[in-house]
């Protein structure tokens, strides 16, 4: 592959991604998340996708367009949060999920980026996260159809840990601020939350940029993740439907009573 790693448009950098794949998405509700990617993954039919990602977006936006369309066959998250959708599948038995806590999450996709194939934390001992039983999918009669196995365990200084196994997947999309044609990224603030650990993960990550930087703009003091973990980068589309940056949850201070 040559160091300029652009694409020209959203559908040409996944129009590899195969039925059944493993993805690896960026974002955290709906902040940083890369929409435009998921939008060309939605109008290309891909399905059966396991998706690992905090969360499924929302009823109406982000990987909940996938869910609703029917698209994603497994999640692996930390929180089902806003999206009904998501509640119903899973609850129904659509979807297969497994629960992780949010740290543990980050760290298997950073682990596994890293070449890392498992590691302990405390993180869940004591709990049915440790000892399996976590419904992972319901049948049709509502009982649990599967459910997640015991982990191993060790005893470091007293205290139990849990062996967590990394996280690779055969995708990762992601979204950032800046990107330069080496496929070194720049998030702003709060996006940069799951997306490095998701770009590391991926077998063959795609970027979706706000602002595509030449070679040698970048301060490299200023890059948050390194081009080596970056195979497609892809600069949005001002005016772009997709390319929207929603609120989740808007919250609104009350004026004061006699003024600000």
Request: glycine fraction near 14%; charged fraction near 20%.
């Given at each position: 592959m040559g160091l300029d790693k652009t694409l020209g448009t959203m559908d040409e950098a996944v129009a590899d991604i195969p039925e059944g794949a493993s993805l690896a998405v960026g974002g955290f509700g709906l902040c940083g998340i890369p929409s435009a990617l998921i939008a060309a993954v939605l109008k290309r039919g891909t399905g059966g996708l396991k998706v690992v990602s905090n969360n499924c977006g929302v009823d109406d936006w982000g990987l909940g367009l996938l869910l609703r369309a029917g698209r994603i066959a497994r999640m692996t998250s930390s929180y089902v949060g806003e999206n009904k959708e998501f509640a119903r599948q899973y609850l129904s038995g659509e979807l297969?999920?497994?629960?992780?806590?949010?740290?543990?999450?980050?760290?298997?996709?950073?682990?596994?980026?890293?070449?890392?194939?498992?590691?302990?934390?405390?993180?869940?001992?004591?709990?049915?996260?440790?000892?399996?039983?976590?419904?992972?999918?319901?049948?049709?009669?509502?009982?649990?159809?599967?459910?997640?196995?015991p982990k191993e365990t060790r005893t470091f200084d007293g205290r139990e840990y849990l062996l967590e196994e990394g996280i690779r997947t055969d995708y990762a999309l992601v979204?950032?601020?800046?990107?330069?044609?080496?496929?070194?990224?720049?998030?702003?603030?709060?996006?940069?939350?799951?997306?490095?650990?998701?770009?590391?993960?991926?077998?063959?990550?795609?970027?979706?940029?706000?602002?595509?930087?030449?070679?040698?703009?970048?301060?490299?003091?200023?890059?948050?993740?390194?081009?080596?973990?970056?195979?497609?980068?892809?600069?949005?589309?001002?005016?772009?439907?997709?390319?929207?940056?929603?609120?989740?949850r808007r919250c609104v201070r009350a004026e004061r009573e006699g003024g600000a």
């Open positions: 297969e999920l497994e629960l992780v806590p949010q740290g543990t999450l980050a760290e298997r996709l950073r682990a596994g980026g890293a070449g890392i194939p498992a590691f302990y934390t405390p993180t869940g001992a004591g709990t049915q996260i440790g000892h399996g039983g976590l419904p992972w999918r319901y049948g049709p009669d509502g009982q649990v159809a599967v459910a997640s196995p979204r950032a601020t800046v990107g330069d044609r080496h496929g070194n990224l720049v998030f702003h603030s709060a996006a940069r939350n799951f997306n490095p650990s998701a770009a590391m993960a991926g077998r063959v990550t795609i970027a979706e940029v706000e602002h595509l930087a030449k070679p040698g703009e970048l301060d490299p003091d200023q890059v948050h993740l390194p081009g080596v973990f970056v195979q497609r980068v892809v600069r949005l589309v001002p005016g772009d439907p997709a390319a929207e940056r929603r609120i989740e």
